[in-house]
């Protein structure tokens, strides 16, 4: 089965501090990775997407992909209260039929 | 505003019965899913329907039937509706003009079944 694995935390991280969200995934031949944050009570909203090895920066976040050893992670640089919300990792495997494995989520807290 | 919409916000129902979700999208995508997200947050693929053909059909119930009238709509009726029923449903959409994959999520449809 093809998974994809979040730690569901919470994780706190101070104000203005950074937070790391990570994800690992179970098939080397995934080529598109996603970032969802999802406030409760809300939908989730795409903050960031990856296809390629490295890094990739926009605004205070950035995304990190290790196909390697397959995890990516999200980087939220000077943490803001409004980032509190989960963090959802999705992964695509069936290449040609678009399809998200999701995993369950970070749910992060930014201590003012 | 473009978006995706669904209809309605919230729903309420009794066990046993019958009840349809629609979904609208104004992007120009061509593709839209449904997904389920239950009490643990899970965030489950349900069906995928591209230009109204179904190409993602997963492990569902057969008392789910999704429809789709064109490439913007998508709706999603529930026969027979169960307790486990109970969760948040979200449309989605993507297609030309994103990147791969990115997809576009709806505000969800709250359906509690009693």
């Known amino acids: 089965q093809k998974e994809v694995e979040q730690n569901s935390g919470p994780l706190s991280v101070p104000e203005g501090a950074i937070a790391s969200l990570n994800c690992t995934y179970s098939?080397?031949?995934?080529?598109?990775f996603f970032w969802y944050r999802q406030y409760s009570g809300k939908s989730p909203e795409l903050i960031m997407s990856?296809?390629?090895?490295g890094d990739k920066e926009d605004g205070r976040f950035t995304a990190q992909l290790n196909k390697a050893s397959q995890y990516v992670s999200l980087l939220i640089r000077d943490s803001q209260p409004s980032d509190s919300a989960t963090y959802l990792c999705?992964?695509?495997?069936?290449?040609?039929?678009?399809?998200?494995?999701f995993g369950t989520g970070t749910r992060l807290t930014i201590i003012p | 505003d473009t978006a995706v919409s669904q209809t309605p916000k919230y729903l309420v129902t009794q066990m046993g019965n019958d009840k349809s979700i629609k979904c609208e999208q104004n992007?120009?995508?061509?593709?839209m899913y449904w997904y389920k997200q239950d009490s643990k947050k899970f965030l489950k693929i349900m069906f995928s329907?591209?230009?109204?053909?179904?190409?993602i059909n997963e492990t569902v119930p057969n008392r789910f039937s999704p429809k789709s009238p064109d490439k913007a709509h998508l709706n999603l009726h529930i026969n027979s509706l169960e307790l486990g029923d109970s969760a948040v449903y979200f449309c989605?959409?993507?297609?030309?003009?994103?990147?791969?994959?990115?997809?576009?999520f709806g505000p969800g449809t709250r359906l509690t079944v009693t």
């Open positions: 989605a959409s993507s297609g030309p003009g994103t990147s791969f994959y990115e997809q576009y």
């Open positions: 098939d080397r031949g995934s080529q598109s």
């Open positions: 990856i296809y390629s090895n």
């Open positions: 999705a992964v695509n495997y069936d290449f040609g039929n678009e399809k998200l494995t």
């Open positions: 992007l120009g995508h061509d593709t």
């Open positions: 329907y591209n230009n109204k053909e179904l190409i």
